[in-house]
């Protein structure tokens, strides 16, 4: 049936809790020059100063404002979290869709080499691949896509496929509709719910990928990282200063992840109905 | 009874020969202007009556008064009667061959008697006309066996015309053409204002009288012409058009035109409705006279003339052949993994033609139907489309070719609403401008009996009911205006009114516009009422395929009985109240 996903989305409780905590995080990071008058590479003032009217969350070792750096880590996380999510739900999309679509050797071929990519240790290979890349941002966010869309991948095939023998497609096939008429007027609509699903979990998983990277020093060193200020944070766990370093920083990570995972587990529910409670079915 | 089987002995031996007894050729008749006849030739043997049929005014008395030299117009060509040419012959010659010879019954038979003459003395009359055919001592006992023989009460043959019934002044003329025992009997309209029991007399009457002669049935009661003849002419604007052994000429037609002519006789056994013949006749000059009535003319047919050609046992002039066959199906297999759905399944479908496939849940209706629409794949067999073989379904295909399907709900796209889901073929076919499609889109909505205005464009699937899903899916399928219409269960989910008016409007499409319909149900009582043919569908093979009224009242494979039976349980008229 034609449902509307939005009201659907709206009186889903984890959905508006996860749409909540994102905004959280999201609002800060795009306002952060008004919100701070630093820059994250500025060193503003004293190593290690506490948190004081100046310095909200007072300073690190070497003197830069730790509000401000948390403020523009949010954007880093958020830019790779949806970058990552964009490019790995579009290869995704493009694999599993044509692989439904067409059928057949192309079908056996793809999804054996999708399945080749999904027995590989992700992380592992994140691990390796950026102690010798020394990713930037955009660099990172390939080698993080072209790691976590195999999955998804599948997802939509099977999708697709299940969409592909709908009525209302033989009936359009019966108008002379082509392959891509089908895929862009028929299919994709109908995909956006698990589609959205899809990407919100790209999300989440990059995010996370990416400090974790970032906390084990393998990634670019000049990149504003909440991974790479948790690391840092870790060294000097014999100060005080880990309070307002370590807790605020991993605290914001948790709430985007968090975040992510709510809003994800919520559009899977409304894309699969089956998932909903009775009474709102 | 013995002077009348005298009468007919003496009848029968005199003429049977096998030589053509007439033969015209090239006969054209105009009257100023118009020219009524252009360019008729046949052929009749004796013992083979020739019936004429054809529309009011397609020339057919014009035709019947040629043969006798009585017609009014500029006459050319030729009419050999015993291998002398009426058209060359001398007045008095002329004469001495009308009524002696050749004999008609005419047409209106209150002005053919005279008022004022017994019935007795008219018969007599026409005997005496011609006075060395018999000598003058028996004439009144030949006069009498005539009247016997044309079972006019006795107590009848002193009355004038006026104290006759139509049935009696019917015989009266036959017997007046009878009596000098004509070669050849020209006989227009003879049951015409008759009722149908006299109609039944006359006809065995007549049946007897040209036993052994040449005769010419001139009719438009294709009954009468059933019975009547062994060859019939079809006759358009002046032109046969087909020409065959009457008996395969009206059960099998081939020309559009005696289609229709037999699609709008009423046939006491068909239980499809009746069906005209598009516009009317315009007497054009250029290319095929039944062209603009035609609803398969291609650009050939406006240009030239076709010739009567064929077999010499079935002559028809047409540029395509006749009723062309839009779809063929050839050998059929379609299996599902090891399950074999279809099994050598053959069916030919004629232009403007409706052929139901009938059979039980699970027979293979929705497969073969899926399978000609190229949503499933044949393992073997081929599918030709107007004579052309189908490979890959294009857009050109289905341009022509549309299916109603058998769930409408599943078949629109629960995200678009009515204007876009009826409009899509449209779009897809990239045929028109945007405003052009939605004003199909209003068209076929209303012919499918659904509201066309704003609020009804605008909602989705989930705020119909099945019914008007069901009729959304079938404007859908008429918004392309397809030449072939495969119909799965299209109405199953209607209510009779509906029901009805759909298939009228599917119908009327069939008429004017030469719809083919592969109409696919269960219900025989429903298939009944729309189609021209059936084919019985079970377990993957067609067991029983026919003319519908010939399945319906001489079943011949036993499922197909029980079918028919099951059928008639559920009618109403079958129904008795309990006391």
Same mark, same amino acid.
């Given at each position: 049936?034609?449902?509307?996903?939005?009201?659907?989305?709206?009186?889903?409780?984890?959905? #508006?809790?996860?749409?909540?905590?994102?905004?959280?995080?999201?609002?800060?990071?795009?306002?952060?020059?008004?919100?701070?008058?630093?820059?994250?590479?500025?060193?503003?003032?004293?190593?290690?100063?506490?948190?004081?009217?100046?310095?909200?969350?007072?300073?690190?070792?070497?003197?830069?404002?730790?509000?401000?750096?948390?403020?523009?880590?949010?954007?880093?996380?958020?830019?790779?979290?949806?970058?990552?999510?964009?490019?790995?739900?579009?290869?995704?999309?493009?694999?599993?869709?044509?692989?439904?679509?067409?059928?057949?050797?192309?079908?056996?071929?793809?999804?054996?080499?999708?399945?080749?990519?999904?027995?590989?240790?992700?992380?592992?290979?994140?691990?390796?691949?950026?102690?010798?890349?020394?990713?930037?941002?955009?660099?990172?966010?390939?080698?993080?896509?072209?790691?976590?869309?195999?999955?998804?991948?599948?997802?939509?095939?099977? #999708?697709?496929?299940?969409?592909?023998?709908?009525?209302?497609?033989?009936?359009?096939?019966?108008?002379?509709?082509?392959?891509?008429?089908?895929?862009?007027?028929?299919?994709?609509?109908?995909?956006?719910?698990?589609?959205?699903?899809?990407?919100?979990?790209?999300?989440?998983?990059?995010?996370?990928?990416?400090?974790?990277?970032?906390?084990?020093?393998?990634?670019?060193?000049?990149?504003?990282?909440?991974?790479?200020?948790?690391?840092?944070?870790?060294?000097?766990?014999?100060?005080?200063?880990?309070?307002?370093?370590?807790?605020?920083?991993?605290?914001?990570?948790?709430?985007?992840?968090?975040?992510?995972?709510?809003?994800?587990?919520?559009?899977?529910?409304?894309?699969?109905?089956?998932?909903?409670?009775?009474?709102?079915? | 009874?013995?002077?009348?089987?005298?009468?007919?002995?003496?009848?029968?031996?005199?003429?049977?020969?096998?030589?053509?007894?007439?033969?015209?050729?090239?006969?054209?008749?105009?009257?100023?202007?118009?020219?009524?006849?252009?360019?008729?030739?046949?052929?009749?043997?004796?013992?083979?009556?020739?019936?004429?049929?054809?529309?009011?005014?397609?020339?057919?008395?014009? &035709?019947? &008064?040629?043969? +006798?030299?009585?017609?009014?117009?500029?006459?050319?060509?030729?009419?050999?009667?015993?291998?002398?040419?009426?058209?060359?012959?001398?007045?008095?010659?002329?004469?001495?061959?009308?009524?002696?010879?050749?004999?008609?019954?005419?047409?209106?038979?209150?002005?053919?008697?005279?008022?004022?003459?017994?019935?007795?003395?008219?018969?007599?009359?026409?005997?005496?006309?011609?006075?060395?055919?018999?000598?003058?001592?028996?004439?009144?006992?030949?006069?009498?066996?005539?009247?016997?023989?044309?079972?006019?009460?006795?107590?009848?043959?002193?009355?004038?015309?006026?104290?006759?019934?139509?049935?009696?002044?019917?015989?009266?003329?036959?017997?007046?053409?009878?009596?000098?025992?004509?070669?050849?009997?020209?006989?227009?309209?003879?049951?015409?204002?008759?009722?149908?029991?006299?109609?039944?007399?006359?006809?065995?009457?007549?049946?007897?009288?040209?036993?052994?002669?040449?005769?010419?049935?001139?009719?438009?009661?294709?009954?009468?012409?059933?019975?009547?003849?062994?060859?019939?002419?079809?006759?358009?604007?002046?032109?046969?058009?087909?020409?065959?052994?009457?008996?395969?000429?009206?059960?099998?037609?081939?020309?559009?035109?005696?289609?229709?002519?037999?699609?709008?006789?009423?046939?006491?056994?068909?239980?499809?409705?009746?069906?005209?013949?598009?516009?009317?006749?315009?007497?054009?000059?250029?290319?095929?006279?039944?062209?603009?009535?035609?609803?398969?003319?291609?650009?050939?047919?406006?240009?030239?003339?076709?010739?009567?050609?064929?077999?010499?046992?079935?002559?028809?002039?047409?540029?395509?052949?006749?009723?062309?066959?839009?779809?063929?199906?050839?050998?059929?297999?379609?299996?599902?993994?090891?399950?074999?759905?279809?099994?050598?399944?053959?069916?030919?479908?004629?232009?403007?033609?409706?052929?139901?496939?009938?059979?039980?849940?699970?027979?293979?209706?929705?497969? +073969?139907?899926?399978?000609?629409?190229?949503?499933?794949?044949?393992?073997?067999?081929?599918?030709?489309?107007?004579?052309?073989?189908?490979?890959?379904?294009?857009?050109?295909?289905?341009?022509?070719?549309?299916?109603?399907?058998?769930? =409408?709900?599943?078949?629109?796209?629960?995200?678009?609403?009515?204007?876009?889901?009826?409009?899509?073929?449209?779009?897809?076919?990239?045929?028109?401008?945007?405003?052009?499609?939605?004003?199909?889109?209003?068209?076929?909505?209303?012919?499918?009996?659904?509201?066309?205005?704003?609020?009804? +464009?605008?909602?989705?699937?989930?705020?119909?009911?099945?019914?008007?899903?069901?009729?959304?899916?079938?404007?859908?399928?008429?918004?392309?205006?397809?030449?072939?219409?495969?119909?799965?269960?299209?109405?199953?989910?209607?209510?009779?009114?509906?029901?009805?008016?759909?298939?009228?409007?599917?119908?009327?499409?069939?008429?004017?516009?030469?719809?083919?319909?592969?109409?696919?149900?269960?219900?025989?009582?429903?298939?009944?009422?729309?189609?021209?043919?059936?084919?019985?569908?079970?377990?993957?093979?067609?067991?029983?395929?026919?003319?519908?009224?010939?399945?319906?009242?001489? =079943?011949?494979?036993?499922?197909?009985?029980?079918?028919?039976?099951?059928?008639?349980?559920?009618?109403?008229?079958?129904?008795?109240?309990?006391?």
């Amino acid at each position: 049936m034609h449902d509307n996903y939005k009201t659907l989305l709206k009186n889903n409780g984890m959905g #508006r809790a996860g749409i909540g905590l994102i905004l959280l995080v999201l609002l800060p990071a795009l306002a952060a020059p008004l919100l701070s008058p630093y820059l994250p590479g500025e060193y503003s003032g004293s190593i290690f100063a506490p948190p004081s009217g100046s310095y909200w969350l007072g300073t690190n070792d070497v003197g830069q404002d730790i509000w401000t750096r948390l403020l523009y880590g949010a954007r880093t996380s958020l830019l790779i979290g949806g970058g990552v999510a964009l490019l790995a739900t579009l290869t995704a999309l493009v694999v599993g869709g044509s692989a439904a679509l067409c059928g057949g050797l192309y079908d056996q071929v793809v999804m054996r080499f999708v399945d080749a990519l999904l027995v590989l240790p992700a992380v592992l290979i994140a691990i390796l691949a950026s102690a010798y890349l020394v990713p930037g941002i955009s660099l990172l966010i390939i080698l993080l896509a072209s790691l976590i869309w195999p999955q998804a991948a599948r997802i939509f095939r099977a #999708r697709i496929l299940s969409l592909k023998e709908e009525g209302y497609i033989s009936a359009a096939r019966t108008f002379g509709a082509s392959e891509t008429y089908l895929m862009v007027r028929h299919i994709l609509p109908l995909l956006g719910p698990i589609l959205s699903a899809v990407i919100v979990q790209h999300g989440r998983r990059a995010i996370f990928m990416e400090a974790g990277l970032s906390f084990l020093g393998v990634s670019d060193p000049t990149l504003i990282s909440w991974g790479s200020m948790l690391q840092h944070a870790l060294r000097y766990t014999y100060l005080d200063v880990w309070k307002w370093w370590m807790l605020p920083t991993g605290l914001l990570l948790s709430m985007t992840i968090t975040g992510l995972a709510l809003l994800g587990f919520a559009l899977e529910t409304i894309s699969d109905p089956r998932l909903l409670p009775a009474g709102n079915r | 009874m013995n002077a009348k089987v005298n009468f007919n002995q003496n009848m029968v031996a005199e003429h049977v020969t096998d030589q053509p007894v007439l033969q015209i050729r090239g006969l054209k008749v105009n009257y100023g202007e118009k020219s009524i006849l252009q360019g008729i030739d046949l052929e009749l043997t004796p013992d083979q009556p020739l019936a004429v049929i054809g529309e009011s005014g397609a020339g057919k008395t014009t &035709l019947g &008064l040629s043969i +006798l030299g009585l017609s009014r117009g500029q006459v050319s060509g030729e009419i050999a009667f015993k291998n002398r040419d009426i058209l060359a012959l001398p007045l008095n010659e002329l004469q001495k061959l009308r009524g002696r010879e050749i004999a008609m019954v005419f047409q209106s038979m209150a002005n053919a008697l005279n008022p004022v003459l017994k019935v007795k003395d008219q018969v007599a009359e026409a005997a005496q006309v011609h006075k060395s055919f018999l000598p003058k001592k028996n004439m009144a006992q030949w006069v009498e066996d005539v009247l016997v023989s044309v079972e006019l009460d006795r107590d009848k043959w002193s009355a004038f015309p006026h104290q006759l019934s139509g049935g009696a002044k019917q015989r009266a003329l036959i017997a007046i053409a009878m009596v000098n025992s004509p070669d050849l009997l020209i006989l227009d309209e003879p049951t015409a204002l008759q009722d149908p029991l006299t109609t039944a007399t006359i006809i065995r009457l007549l049946k007897k009288s040209i036993q052994g002669r040449s005769a010419i049935i001139i009719t438009h009661d294709l009954s009468v012409a059933a019975q009547l003849s062994h060859w019939t002419a079809v006759l358009y604007e002046g032109r046969v058009i087909e020409y065959g052994r009457s008996r395969e000429l009206l059960q099998k037609p081939r020309h559009p035109y005696t289609r229709g002519l037999i699609r709008s006789f009423p046939d006491m056994m068909r239980g499809k409705d009746l069906q005209g013949i598009p516009g009317r006749s315009e007497w054009l000059q250029d290319g095929c006279s039944f062209q603009p009535r035609c609803t398969q003319s291609i650009s050939i047919c406006k240009d030239r003339q076709p010739i009567l050609q064929g077999d010499k046992r079935h002559l028809i002039a047409c540029h395509r052949g006749g009723v062309i066959p839009l779809l063929e199906c050839r050998n059929i297999s379609t299996s599902f993994g090891s399950t074999k759905v279809l099994q050598d399944v053959s069916c030919i479908l004629a232009e403007g033609e409706t052929l139901a496939l009938i059979g039980e849940s699970g027979s293979g209706k929705t497969t +073969l139907a899926r399978t000609i629409m190229g949503l499933v794949h044949e393992d073997g067999g081929e599918i030709l489309l107007e004579g052309k073989t189908v490979g890959k379904r294009d857009k050109n295909f289905y341009n022509r070719v549309q299916m109603i399907c058998q769930n =409408p709900m599943e078949s629109i796209n629960p995200g678009m609403n009515v204007l876009q889901a009826v409009g899509e073929p449209l779009a897809i076919q990239k045929i028109g401008r945007s405003a052009d499609r939605d004003d199909q889109v209003r068209k076929v909505l209303n012919a499918a009996e659904l509201p066309n205005n704003k609020i009804f +464009l605008q909602s989705y699937p989930h705020h119909m009911s099945g019914g008007e899903a069901q009729r959304v899916a079938i404007a859908r399928a008429l918004a392309l205006e397809p030449r072939l219409l495969i119909a799965d269960e299209p109405t199953s989910a209607l209510d009779p009114s509906v029901q009805e008016k759909i298939i009228r409007y599917l119908l009327n499409l069939q008429e004017k516009k030469g719809l083919a319909l592969l109409f696919i149900s269960h219900d025989i009582a429903l298939a009944r009422k729309v189609s021209d043919r059936m084919a019985v569908i079970r377990n993957g093979r067609i067991v029983e395929t026919g003319q519908t009224s010939k399945i319906i009242t001489h =079943p011949r494979h036993p499922y197909t009985r029980a079918l028919l039976e099951i059928a008639a349980a559920g009618s109403m008229c079958s129904m008795r109240l309990k006391s």
